[in-house]
């Protein structure tokens, strides 16, 4: 079965570093999303991306953040300068066109696990 | 702003019991979701909800939605250990920014 990717599955950084977290969503999906989740707490939506545009973002993604598919397969979040609050799973999402699946299912991958030090 | 609330946060529950996690939100939602989530995993979809009166079971869970009063169920029949997980509903107003609860977490003792 078709499946998200994420690569590195636990990165550990130093506050003020440059992260880039990588997602290859499943093929055929052209809907992307980046949640994140801090532990113990609930998931929360960072930013959506359609046709090479952000569509959505959160108040969390700020001017630090980015995103960018910079070829046919991959997905990235960057994080140009970490702060201690951005350790947390880093989750990405796909989803199909929405006359392909009216339902709107988002498939997520396993997550990054990003600890700033 | 939509908000979500979920309760319990906590449940345990004996294996061949029942019982019901809430989901209430805020605002007019196009889509409700469920997810499950074992600890260090990924959010497994379980269902996904559109309209007034949809219901949807697969084995021992039911999920339901009452969009009028802003509320979604998810029912365990009969629970088994395998249960044990966090459940996470989560709502949608437009686009797919999904709004999550803070997640039921369920152990299910013999």
Not at chain 1, 53 to 58: A, H, L, P, Q, R
Request: charged share 20%; net charge negative.
């Amino acid at each position: 079965e078709p499946e998200v990717t994420q690569t590195p599955s636990h990165q550990v950084t130093q506050m003020g570093q440059e992260v880039i977290l990588r997602c290859v969503p499943i093929s055929n999906h052209l809907y992307f999303y980046w949640y994140r989740q801090i532990l113990g707490q609930k998931v929360e939506f960072l930013v959506s991306f359609y046709n090479n545009e952000i569509s959505e973002k959160s108040e969390i993604f700020d001017d630090q953040f980015s995103v960018e598919r910079p070829d046919g397969s991959n997905f990235t979040l960057k994080i140009r300068s970490t702060k201690l609050e951005d350790s947390a799973m880093y989750f990405c999402a796909s989803r199909k066109p929405g006359l392909a699946d009216p339902q709107g299912e988002l498939f997520f991958g396993e997550g990054s696990r990003l600890t700033v030090l | 702003e939509l908000k979500v609330e979920q309760n319990p946060l906590f449940l345990s529950m004996q294996e061949g019991k029942n019982y019901t996690i809430y989901c209430n939100y805020s605002t007019t939602s196009d889509r409700l979701y469920w997810y499950r989530q074992d600890p260090g995993k990924s959010l497994e979809s379980l269902f996904v909800l559109l309209s007034n009166g949809a219901v949807k079971q697969e084995g021992r869970l039911m999920a339901s939605l009452d969009t009028k009063a802003r509320l979604s169920t998810l029912h365990i029949t009969a629970a088994v250990h395998d249960l044990s997980a966090t459940y996470f509903c989560a709502a949608a107003n437009s686009g797919y920014a999904l709004n999550f609860g803070k997640g039921t977490s369920l152990l299910v003792t013999p």
